[in-house]
Structures are given as C-alpha cells and as structure tokens.
C-alpha cells in the first residue's frame, strides 16, 4: 500500500492529526459514521491502520459510500468496506457488535434525528475500552459550516453524550471552527 496525500481540506480539519492526537494504532478496527462522499478520515484511517487494519466508511448516501469506494480502489486501499445505513437506527449499522477500537462522529452529532439512538449505536459497535471521537462545529459563526442555530455548543454535545456507555477523557483541539470530544467505551451493556 502506497501512502496516501489528501489533496485538500486538511486546513479546516487535518484527519492526520486529529488520528495521531485520539491514539489510532497499527490493526485497529476503526469506523467513520456519516463519512461523507470524499472520505475524508476514511482514506487516512486506512493508511494510519495499515494493512491489518480494517476501516468502515458508514454513510446513508450510496451514491458517497459508491465515490469512497472507488477513492479507495485508486488509492490500492483494500482494507476499506464500504457500509450503507442510517446510523440514527439503533442495530442497523452491519458491522459486528464490539468489534471497533475507534469510532468516529465527525460532523453530524448536530444532524441526528435520534441522538439517544445514534449513541447506543456508537455504544454497540465500540469495544469496551475503545475510543470514540465526537467533533462538531465551534457554536459561534465561522466562514463556512452549518448556521449558527443548528450548532451545538461544548456543553450540549456533552449532554448528548452523556450516558453509561462513555466516559469522557479528554477535550481535543480540532482547529478554530471545530470542537472535539474524546470517549472511552466503558464496560456498560448496551
């Protein structure tokens, strides 16, 4: 597998770093909920994983999940699946059940439907002991990103996150538009 370059975007949030910063390692079992059409934390997962590894691209839009899949049979990433569902539905998402040492969230806490849902399903597929990375939109105006009354604050995505199944360890630096919550998976039943 060669190494992977993004092409863009990694001045608004640099996938790499945010990765190293939430302590992916070499075979993890790492899934990206609402991956978005450019696979943005997909591709660099997959490489950051190596070859033993295995990454998840979870969207609702086929047509994302089909320009994923393709990004990453150009790129000679073959340790990517491609995984069509609506993460809002608790037990929907067809990865196995504790199977991810990462689960990430990037951007679409504030689109959920169901959040009480969308967090027993993050809780489901996370192993105890996993990580779980929430990154959301800054609540102030930026250049670019939601309107200012979709977004959630720190404080409210810590409400929304706030269950049995998660402990919170730690808040991440993401760049001046974002935000980031990183979780462990507790031992808690789902």
């Known amino acids: 597998m060669r190494g992977f370059v993004l092409k863009s975007g990694t001045e608004l949030i640099n996938p790499f770093k945010l990765l190293e910063r939430v302590g992916i390692r070499q075979t993890w079992h790492v ?3 609402g991956c978005g059409s450019t696979g943005h934390f997909v ?5 950051m994983v190596g070859p033993d590894g295995e990454v998840y691209a979870v969207d609702i839009r086929r047509d994302f999940l089909e320009h994923v899949a393709h990004t990453a049979k150009q790129e000679q990433f073959f340790n990517i699946k491609t995984v069509w569902s609506d993460m ?5 998402t067809r990865i196995p059940e504790s199977s991810l040492d990462l689960c990430l969230l990037i951007n679409n806490l504030f689109l959920s439907q169901n959040r009480p849902s969308l967090i027993r399903e993050m809780a489901r597929l ?3 002991g996993g990580r779980v990375v929430i990154v959301e939109w800054k609540a102030s105006a ?3 990103g939601p309107p200012v009354e979709r ?3 720190v404080e409210q995505s810590k409400v929304i996150c706030q269950s049995p199944y998660f402990e919170l360890l730690d808040e991440v630096d993401v ?3 974002h935000y980031g919550l990183l979780y462990e998976r507790t031992e808690s039943p789902v």
């Open 151 to 153: 977004r959630l604050s």
């Open 31 to 33: 899934a990206d909920l």
């Open 142 to 144: 930026t250049p670019i």
């Open 43 to 47: 591709l660099p997962a997959a490489q």
């Open 126 to 128: 996370t192993k105890p």
């Open 175 to 177: 760049g001046h538009s």
């Open 88 to 92: 809002d539905v608790y037990g929907a």
